[in-house]
């Protein structure tokens, strides 16, 4: 009302003047009151717009006010609006976080309850271990004495925890009995009536050479050793339970707990049948060749280029004790070595998957009449004994290169992570450095719950693994191309050359050996034997005297060589094998809480 009395006010006491005159507004009216003014009454300020101005005196200061306080309103207004906005907004996220507490607890408290009822079992966090192993063979009865040692609180759940009963894994190399030194685990080798290998024999054509180990700089004790596999695993789980903070237990589990693409822990079904979960921070898959679990870990790309017949040779003598055997036999190699010392594994290799019969005597027949003429002399008649027992058994040869996932709160290990062919024996090996690597790693740090952090930290295991298993890895594949025999004259003429190779001795058998052994595996020395071999191959071709078709001989030979090696480094990585520190996770360091 004081704004329009105002408005009349100055309508009617005001004289026309020019239009360019301007309103002048007394001091201490605000700028936003004013552009107000302008902005809704227009008419006040065209009847304003003249020379002839109202004394100061006679200005009505109301007006102004009211301007001002219907900018306080909306200012007002809009901070009102905004804090009931976000009011509402932190009044639902409490409502959520509480609910969510609530559900946590009752879930929580149901597992506890069901521990009796359907066998879920989620105990505190005080009480719930720090790592699930899933397997307790070489690998997992390993890793949970090491873990144990170093003070975790460890869960190991295998599927049978009687004595196994395998055709495999039953050479460990040097290199992997250094690796059981440096986790604690030699004695494991004790009391077994475990055997010392002291190196290898090949035969081939009614010739043969003795290749020893490169062990003159290692102590008395340090050799391969030949052992029954289920003692061996045995006496690794005994001395894991001898920890007070290690857990054995028989289940077969079934799936991976996944919680927002964490893994959370498992779900087993225990010897008596009860479904039950359990979780830790970490858990470790390393089930074996077989595992079930590891499509959710990585991707399998699994290749079977042969199959091992099996038998037991008793009471005999092999023709160079204390010495693995290996005769370069058609269609592919044959082995011998002690498990005991009245007991000699023979392991017959056949190409592809399908087998002859064992049932049906095919199986019997092939041995006697295609294996048994190229075995030794000296073992002849045991082999034949053994077969007419007829405790023949057979298991495929699997390989499958390293691809893992990196998924948070699960690792992969042993076979079930990475396979090579079993012709070198270097299965074990590359597993007991695995463990090596991952204590190395998990040593600093005392909590795992950080699940992101870990797996991040964790790649470095990849990374790290790679120059020792590549390098076991890649030699057993070469090795056991260039053992069988082959329709391809380049392909026979390496077999014969890497024969002859490592038969001269020195340099040319010390260097194979030990990176067969495990004593020096270094990627660049397999690569560079390799092609001395395959280089050799070609110096007998043009000795002595060179032809078109020696020349196009050893040119296919060194194309065989290179297509024997180089599409088994693609599939393990060569930046990884031979250059790891050009892979970021090489350097990682531990999370920091």
């Not at 009963?165 to 250094?178: A, S």
């Not at 028989?250 to 049948?273: H, R």
């Not at 959710?296 to 290749?303: G, H, I, R, S, T």
């Not at 294996?371 to 000296?378: D, K, N």
């Amino acid at each position: 009302m004081h704004l329009i009395r105002s408005h009349r006010l100055c309508s009617a006491v005001a004289a026309p003047s020019s239009a360019s005159a301007k309103l002048r507004f007394p001091a201490g009216i605000s700028r936003v009151a004013r552009l107000k003014t302008k902005k809704y009454f227009p008419a006040f300020h065209l009847h304003m717009n003249t020379s002839a101005i109202l004394p100061y005196s006679s200005w009505n200061f109301s007006s102004f006010n009211c301007v001002r306080m219907e900018a306080n309103i909306v200012w007002t207004f809009f901070t009102f609006l905004f804090g009931v906005t976000a009011l509402c907004v932190l009044r639902r996220k409490s409502i959520d976080s509480a609910r969510g507490k609530n559900d946590g607890m009752k879930r929580g408290g149901s597992e506890i309850r069901s521990n009796s009822s359907n066998g879920e079992c989620r105990p505190d966090e005080d009480s719930e271990p720090d790592v699930i192993i899933v397997g307790a063979g070489v690998a997992g009865a390993a890793l949970a004495y090491t873990l144990g040692k170093d003070g975790r609180r460890v869960r190991a759940i295998d599927r049978d925890l009687s004595e196994p009963d395998r055709i495999v894994g039953e050479l460990l190399q040097p290199g992997g009995y250094l690796k059981l030194i440096e986790l604690g685990l030699e004695d494991c080798v004790e009391n077994i009536d475990a055997q010392h290998v002291l190196g290898y024999a090949l035969f081939k054509d009614g010739k043969s050479t003795k290749l020893s180990y490169p062990l003159e700089k290692f102590q008395s004790n340090v050799a391969g050793r030949g052992f029954h596999n289920g003692r061996f695993i045995q006496r690794m789980r005994e001395k894991a339970a001898t920890l007070p903070n290690v857990q054995l237990e028989q289940g077969t589990v079934t799936s991976l707990l996944e919680e927002n693409g964490t893994i959370k822990g498992v779900q087993y079904k225990t010897k008596a049948g009860e479904e039950v979960k359990a979780y830790a921070p970490l858990t470790i898959v390393c089930d074996g060749c077989f595992s079930n679990l590891r499509r959710a870990l990585c991707n399998p790309k699994v290749d079977i280029p042969s199959c091992f017949v099996a038998l037991v040779l008793e009471n005999c003598q092999l023709p160079f004790e204390n010495h693995g055997h290996v005769i370069l036999a058609d269609p592919s190699p044959i082995l011998f070595y002690r498990i005991s010392s009245s007991e000699i594994r023979c392991l017959v290799d056949i190409p592809g998957q399908k087998l002859p019969s064992v049932s049906s005597g095919e199986m019997a027949k092939y041995l006697k009449t295609l294996v048994a003429p190229q075995v030794p002399t000296e073992l002849h008649d045991a082999f034949i004994s053994a077969v007419d027992k007829g405790s023949i058994r057979t298991m495929p040869n699997r390989i499958m290169p390293a691809a893992p996932y990196p998924t948070p709160g699960a690792l992969l290990m042993g076979d079930a992570f990475n396979m090579r062919h079993p012709l070198t024996g270097g299965g074990m090996t590359v597993a007991l450095s695995d463990i090596v690597v991952l204590q190395n790693l998990l040593k600093p740090l005392h909590d795992l719950k950080d699940a992101d952090s870990l797996c991040r930290y964790l790649e470095s295991f990849y990374t790290l693994r790679k120059p020792v298993a590549s390098t076991i890895n890649t030699l057993a594949g070469a090795l056991y191309k260039v053992f069988c025999a082959s329709t391809d004259q380049a392909r026979n003429e390496m077999r014969e050359a890497c024969f002859d190779y490592l038969s001269i001795g020195g340099l040319c058998s010390r260097g194979p050996v030990a990176l067969l052994s495990g004593l020096n595996p270094r990627p660049l020395s397999l690569v560079l034997h390799f092609f001395a071999v395959a280089i050799f191959g070609v110096g007998r071709l043009l000795v002595p005297f060179p032809s078109p078709k020696r020349l196009w001989i050893g040119a296919r030979l060194i194309w065989a060589a290179s297509g024997i090696i180089f599409p088994i480094i693609k599939a393990e990585g060569f930046r990884q094998m031979f250059f790891p520190a050009m892979i970021p996770a090489y350097f990682r360091a531990p999370p920091i809480k």
